[in-house]
């Protein structure tokens, strides 16, 4: 037999319905994104009226607690309560917005800490050795653009994909880039990846089936998908003998890593990733705490201990 499920009046409908539209056309969040938030709250407003909500303003904190309770006892992954949770917290932000709530009754509750496991990089010599692409025809120059750019400008895959030919200049070694949440940066890029970018510019319409803007297509002429740019660089992987799986994010945070590394400076490295909060950028970049030690012995004044006389 099936679970019945209680049907969901208007009063829980509605304001749902009007929030998805205001993800959809005026916060620009991503489908994959808004597909979660969906899911979420409907999980959570099922949960509701079957113990007898009917108006999103009846939901106090001691309801919030009680929804995260339940998705523990369902046996929900951290990570997942914090979307639920996340996702309550905007719904109701949008509700305060419209005049139609006070407080967020969702603001003072938080989901269990979980463990953020640091992605692993590749070694300068790792790189190197799967960037040593010597093959010359339109798809191996194609894929070492990708590889180079990736590396060279620390582009998050959706931004790599999403560049058009008009976005970038190799005069002045720039790419404008459309990162999470619509938000436009330009982006420096030099060296390596500025020559097999140039490359690649020259033997792209050999692939070219029609007008197309993508600065990076298929064999089919159309713009390259998020999946087969991942599939090319495991496989690059692989042919090059690099001992770690290859990954568009692993290039990612291998730029991140290694810029950290020779400049110390996390503030200038946030920029450049598009990171909105530092913090995001301290845990792609995992510095180890006898570096940091020393930075401070050397910088704050009352680290040093007094010679005595």
Known sequence: MTESVTPLPDSLIRPLERFYEYLRSEKGLSL?????Y?????AMAEHLCQLGVRHWQQVDAGWVRQLASKGMRDGMKASSLATRLSSLRSFFDFLILRGELSANPAKGVSAPRKQRPLPKNLDVDEMAQLLEVDE?????????????????????LAELVAIDVRDISLRSGEIRVLGK????????FAGQAKEWVGRWLKVRSALLK????????????????????????AEWGQKQSVASHI???KLRHSFATHMLESSNNLRAVQELLGHENISTTQIYTHLDFQHLAQVYDQAHPRAHKKSKE
């Open 136 to 156: 010359d025809d339109p798809l191996s120059i194609r894929d070492r653009a990708m590889m180079e750019l990736m590396y060279g400008a620390g582009l998050r």
């Open 247 to 249: 990954s568009p994010h």
């Open 32 to 36: 994959h994104t808004q597909r979660n």
């Open 210 to 233: 029609g007008p197309e803007p993508a600065l990076f297509i298929s064999k089919l002429g159309g713009r390259i998908s998020h999946r087969s740019v991942q599939k090319r660089m």
């Open 181 to 188: 949440g619509n938000k436009e940066r330009k982006v420096p």
């Open 38 to 42: 969906k899911q979420q709250l409907g």
